[in-house]
């Protein structure tokens, strides 16, 4: 049966149905509306076991973006789907460096990604940033190894490549580090679950 839905009511009906089929499962108060905006951005119920978060990383986040925190991505298709007005209000903006130029060509020189210039550009940058990885593995292997050089500390991880090569590896890397992280743990994820995550944390302040 078609169930009729006022255009501007589709959302909250839509988390009317998650929280039902979730059931009893029960999560932190600011845990939940990250989970719920993930299953809701992939219709995947395996998020809710599979979203692995580091002690208050959420409140930390939250706090950061309060803050006026910038977010860096690894892909346009993440950053195009953060809520770049709220962030502007809050302070912040959206960095991505993979498509410039001056990246590709230094990575083809090197022998590297594009990812891994970016984060070393990421690195350069005089804020406090969030970085919102939703592609690429060899982006969280470049922030582990420029966190341990003394290079970068992140006010927030949130690490979600989705693939095959290094991406389980990758992300194991983030768990248990010095810094809040909020990980998609196994090969799922994805620049959409990225950016699902970025807009619940800055939801919680707005909303």
């Known amino acids: 049966m078609i169930e009729i839905v006022k255009p501007m009511d589709i ?6 149905i998650i929280t039902e089929i979730l059931g009893d499962r029960t999560f932190a108060p600011e845990v939940a509306p990250v989970v719920k905006r993930v299953i809701h951005t992939t219709a995947d119920f395996d998020y809710a076991d599979n979203l692995i978060f580091s002690e208050d990383a959420v409140k930390k986040g939250i706090e950061a973006l309060k803050g006026g925190c910038h977010i860096v ?22 960095h991505c460096f993979i498509s410039d130029p001056d990246v590709a060509a230094e990575a083809k020189e090197r022998g590297v990604t594009r990812a891994t210039v970016s984060m070393e550009r990421a690195a350069m940058l005089d804020k406090n940033c969030i970085f919102a990885i939703g592609n690429a593995p060899t982006a969280l292997l470049e922030i582990k190894k420029l966190m341990d050089e003394g290079r970068l500390t992140p ?11 290094n991406v389980v590896e990758s992300k194991e890397n983030i768990i248990g580090c010095d810094v809040p992280y909020i990980v998609a743990r196994g090969r799922k994820g994805g620049s959409n679950v990225a950016a699902a995550i970025c807009n619940a944390l800055m939801y919680q302040i707005t909303r």
């Open 11 to 16: 959302e909250k009906r839509s988390f009317e």
């Open 73 to 94: 991505t690894d892909t346009n298709m993440a950053m195009a789907g953060i809520n770049k007005t709220i962030l502007k209000k809050l302070g912040g903006e959206v």
């Open 155 to 165: 006010a927030l991880i949130i690490g979600v490549p989705v693939g095959f090569v």
